[in-house]
């Protein structure tokens, strides 16, 4: 097997399957993929369009094509010699009727073999969920709903099961249950069952024995006369009853109901409203409006979605069960490897990853001869914070890229244009705080509202922890909650990772940096137990501790810390903050740093380096199925931080110009200064490069993504409308302020404003998209494209980002024989940079070594535009590459049409060479010219005259056996 050299995420859903994909095989092998970067195969919810809602871990999908599919993909791939990795989710599973697992615990709560596979606190202090589980899945009050008859009974004749039905939700009911319906019936057999049912309370193979007694009731219902009778006895709990009698009721109603009296129906009494509440009453579970997740959810979801629940895998029971049909696929050879989703969510990533190591390692070993391999690849989704690294110890290959699209964002932004853009979007909108407040602010919101529940059991369990010593026994429930929120608010990482031997060198700098932050936010009197939060989440080693009820009751409390400090995070900066604070949007992404504007050379070198000494098999993306902008949105919106006074002068003037098209709402303007001024922004990313100022396209579909986006835009902010209460006034309002600016004669002169700025940028722009796809495809690392980002990417955030794809022109323009001057010539057609990745990574495939073991050279730059371009070399043995990328162009290209610095515009600016490089005569592997060192220098004029960005190789014995020759 081939290692990994390049990747391409695919996404698969049944709009896209794996069959879909095998004619595609032969496209990515010319583009020079080594292998297919998959989206989750395994079995996921029934409509599922990213695979990250797994519902059954033992098989794949049938609706990508299942196993037979994958298969096939993989048998294509084998032809040209490329393999598969395939994204895992151990965090959590999708609970819903095809979850056999879920449904199974809803049916046996703690008697299920699954009870301990999902992350539920069976011992909940709520006295109503002794032992069950909260659905909180109601549209509204549970009362209310049984009122209005949503909740019905039902009956599976071909299973011989009984659920609760709530629209498209089935709820299974615990076969101890069943003799309470099959009681009601006038037939002996079904009232014999029925008792036998009712035995089963008294059963230790309870679990075995309902399934022959459900196989009994599946049998007698195929007799004539036992469906009407089953029927009849459902109906005593779904006849249809008033709302107001049937809450009445509910008020005055006892524990004693007795639920077996047989009686005749009555519509307008509510007999059968007690006897359904009190059937219910006996589940595992306890039905709920979705609006009690929040504090009184008793299992861990994924962040706040209360459709996908954590699992235990550090259990090994549940490690073997959920990883099953992933070890198959490895030790047959079908997997080639893996990418961790969210590992952040697990208890313990680190002995995870490890576990996980050794695992794959044996496995690979037992695979066919044919396709050995020399090292199994096992990537984590992981964001890492400012100055965090991940952690050697881990045993895996790197992250999924998110550090690096944020370090090549850093470089391609202006810091002068900081603090324009900053006074521009504080005083337009009055927010005066930086991004780090809107962070700080939005933690706590979170934590007060979506994630309260989650707060609550960390700080009940500090409680107990208090309570365990003398001397902190004192300590109230509300100053842990006080200071333990504080803390959180304050974390400038996801988590932390202390285990049995406490926290590591970088986890202490992180939990001392939040404790000081918290410090400037808490009451002094709360100091001192900030102090014991610091001992007892992690700065006291738990093996410190002798063994028994406290420490295990430490462990248990630090993992849900940990555990909830990653969601508060994700929440609040990417799902709150990035939409409250716009100071440039092309900033703030999935992974990025939004409150560091830029960033030097210096720096990105720096950061380059220490990547290929830690984790030289990184993966590196510049674009995600998580991104929120397509790599040349973002590309594009960095050129406004060069041309920060030009922006703010005009978005000031369309502000001016759209006064019209606003409207005055009772809670302001819509949309507000700042929804107005992030669309500006996002218009001039996005905005079609065919949309010029004097064409007249049809912008419907343009119009409609734009819409999406907003919608998602405006409820994330979560300041004027939110998920949970839209509020339809605005939304509405912003939503005609839209479709009138791009569609009304009223909008035409603002419309017309914002084609030429786009048209004006997007030159520069193309520049930068250039630039970020070599550096991708040449600095350590192993390149990963996103799905059709081998064209021009201007998507917004998912499900735009997810849109299909169009291969068959990509396929066509890769058979085109274009020159490098005819590409830049017609470049907004996104062939250009085509023609970059297939050229690159055609290059990276002849020198592997020089790409896979080589080092990283940064390359001084002299003269008038030293700050303008980018220039390292890579080295191995004697073989060199040295790649060129131009960075802050807009001056230089002024008003350049297309994306190609004039000559002229460089002056005397210089790449000094080493020593070995000089007078070398450097091969074009972008195209067939030769470009000789002057010296120890390569000039700009020289280095980038026929093509926008350049990678050069010279060999110092391919070039002596040249010389040998000619002489």
């Given amino acids: 097997m081939p290692e990994v050299r390049a990747t391409v995420r695919l996404q698969f859903h049944r709009g896209f399957t794996l069959n879909d994909a095998i004619p595609l095989v032969p496209y990515f092998n010319k583009l020079g993929i080594s292998h297919i970067y998959s989206s989750p195969v395994l079995k996921a919810r029934s409509g599922s369009v990213h695979g990250y809602d797994v519902v059954d871990p033992t098989c794949i999908n049938p609706e990508i094509g299942g196993e037979s ?22 965090n959590h599973m999708a609970v819903s009727n095809d979850n056999p697992w879920w449904q199974d615990v809803l049916c046996w709560g703690l008697h299920s073999p699954y009870a301990n596979f999902f992350d539920i606190q069976w011992n909940s202090p709520d006295p109503l969920l002794k032992g069950q589980l909260l659905l909180p ?57 029925g008792q036998a049912f009712d035995d089963l309370e008294n059963r230790e193979n309870a679990w075995e024995v309902a399934k022959e007694l459900q196989a009994d009731l599946r049998d007698l219902a195929e007799k004539a006369e036992v469906i009407p009778a089953i029927t009849q006895a459902i109906s005593f709990y779904n006849v249809a009853l008033g709302k107001e009698s049937a809450l009445r009721d509910m008020q005055r109603q006892t524990a004693n109901d007795d639920l077996d009296v047989i009686e005749e129906p009555d519509p307008q009494d509510n007999d059968n409203f007690q006897r359904l509440h009190q059937l219910l009453e006996l589940q595992h579970y306890r039905l709920a409006s979705w609006r009690t997740a929040a504090d009184d959810i008793n299992w861990r979801r994924f962040f706040d979605v209360n459709e996908l629940a954590g699992l235990r895998v550090e259990r090994p029971d549940v490690f073997e ?9 490895i030790e047959q050879g079908l997997i080639d490897g893996i990418r961790i989703d969210h590992i952040d969510g697990l208890a313990n990533p680190r002995a995870y990853c490890r576990k996980l ?27 890492l914070g400012e100055g965090e690294h991940l952690a050697t110890q881990w045993m895996v290959d790197g992250t999924t890229g998110y550090e690096f699209m944020n370090q090549v964002s850093l470089l391609q932004h202006d810091p002068l244009g900081e603090l324009q853009l900053f006074d521009l979007w504080s005083t337009t909108t009055g927010r005066m705080g930086t991004f780090k407040d809107e962070a700080r602010e939005a933690r706590r919101l979170v934590l007060a509202s979506s994630l309260a529940g989650d707060l609550e059991t960390v700080a009940q369990g500090l409680l107990l922890i208090a309570r365990t010593d003398i001397t902190t026994r004192d300590l109230t429930l509300g100053a842990i909650r006080r200071a333990l929120t504080e803390l959180i608010v304050n974390f400038t990482v996801y988590r932390t990772y202390a285990g049995a031997c406490g926290r590591t060198g970088d986890d202490e700098h992180f ?26 989440l992690g700065g006291e080693a738990l ?92 590309a594009r919106l960095a050129v406004i931080s060069e041309r920060s006074a030009w922006f703010a002068e005009r978005a000031q003037r369309w502000r001016s110009m759209s006064a019209p098209l606003r409207k005055e709402l009772e809670d302001g303007t819509a949309p507000s200064a700042g929804d107005e001024l992030i669309l500006y922004q996002t218009l001039l990313g996005c905005w079609p490069l065919e949309f010029t100022a004097d064409a007249k396209p049809d912008v419907q579909v343009y119009l409609d993504r734009l819409m999406c986006w907003q919608e998602k835009s405006v409820r994330e902010a979560k300041l004027r409308s939110t998920w ?41 722009g193309a520049l930068n998209s250039l630039s970020q796809t070599l550096l991708r495809m040449t600095v350590p690392g192993i390149p990963d494209l996103y799905q059709g980002a081998d064209f021009w990417d201007f998507s917004l955030v998912d499900p735009d980002n997810r849109r299909p794809v169009d291969f068959g022109a990509r396929i066509a323009a890769l058979e085109t024989k274009a020159t490098a001057h005819e590409l830049i010539e017609h470049w907004q057609d996104g062939h250009i940079k085509q023609w970059l990745i297939a050229r690159t990574l055609a290059a990276r495939a002849r020198h592997s070594e020089l790409f896979r073991d080589g080092d990283y050279q940064p390359l001084t730059i002299e003269g008038e535009q030293a700050d303008k371009v980018v220039a390292f070399m890579r080295r191995y043995l004697n073989d060199y590459a040295v790649v060129i990328v131009p960075r802050l162009t807009a001056s230089l290209l002024a008003d350049s049409t297309v994306p190609h610095i004039p000559v002229t515009a460089w002056g005397d600016t210089q790449i000094l060479l080493p020593a070995a490089l000089k007078d070398a005569d450097f091969e074009g592997q972008l195209d067939a010219s030769r470009i000789k060192a002057k010296a120890n220098a390569l ?13 050069l190789f010279f060999s110092v014995t391919h070039s002596q056996e040249l010389h040998h020759e000619h002489k």
């Fill in 321 to 329: 069960a959920s990883h099953r049909k992933i070890f198959e696929l």
């Fill in 357 to 383: 190591r050794r695992r794959v390692d044996r496995l690979a070993a037992l695979r066919p001869r044919e396709l050995a391999q020399k090292h199994f690849p096992i990537y984590v989704e992981k964001i």
């Fill in 724 to 764: 949970s209460a839209p509020n339809a006034a605005y939304e509405r309002a912003t939503q005609e302020f839209l479709m009138r600016l791009l569609n009304s004669e009223e909008g035409a002169p603002i419309r017309a404003e914002i084609a030429h700025a786009a048209q004006l940028i997007a030159p520069a």
């Fill in 137 to 193: 899945v109601l549209g509204s009050g549970y009362g209310e709903t049984l009122a209005a008859n949503e909740i019905s009974l039902q009956f599976n004749q071909a299973e011989g099961k009984f659920y609760a039905q709530y629209f498209d939700n089935l709820f299974p009911l615990t076969p101890t249950s069943y003799g309470h319906i099959l009681g009601k019936t006038n037939i002996d057999s079904l009232r014999l069952l």
């Fill in 543 to 634: 093996a410190k501790l002798p063994p028994g009820e406290t420490r295990n009751l430490r462990q248990t409390v630090l993992t849900r810390f940990q555990q909830l400090t990653s969601p508060a995070a994700a929440k609040a900066i990417e799902d709150t903050a990035c939409y409250r604070s716009a100071v440039l949007l092309s900033r703030n992404d999935v992974g990025f740093n939004p409150h560091c504007f830029s960033a030097s050379i210096t720096q990105f070198h720096e950061q380059i380096a220490e990547r290929n000494t830690r984790f030289p098999r990184n993966l590196l993306a510049t674009a995600t199925h998580d991104h929120k902008r397509g790599e040349d949105t973002r």
């Fill in 511 to 536: 939990f001392k940096e939040a404790l000081a932050g918290a410090r400037l936010t808490l009451a002094e009197a709360d100091w001192p137990l900030l102090d014991q939060l610091d001992r007892w």
């Fill in 939 to 951: 000039t700009l004029r020289d280095a980038l005259a026929t093509t926008p960005v350049n990678f």
């Fill in 69 to 90: 599919a994958l298969v096939s993909l993989v048998a294509e791939l084998r032809k040209y010699d490329m393999g598969l990795i395939v994204d895992i989710v151990s």
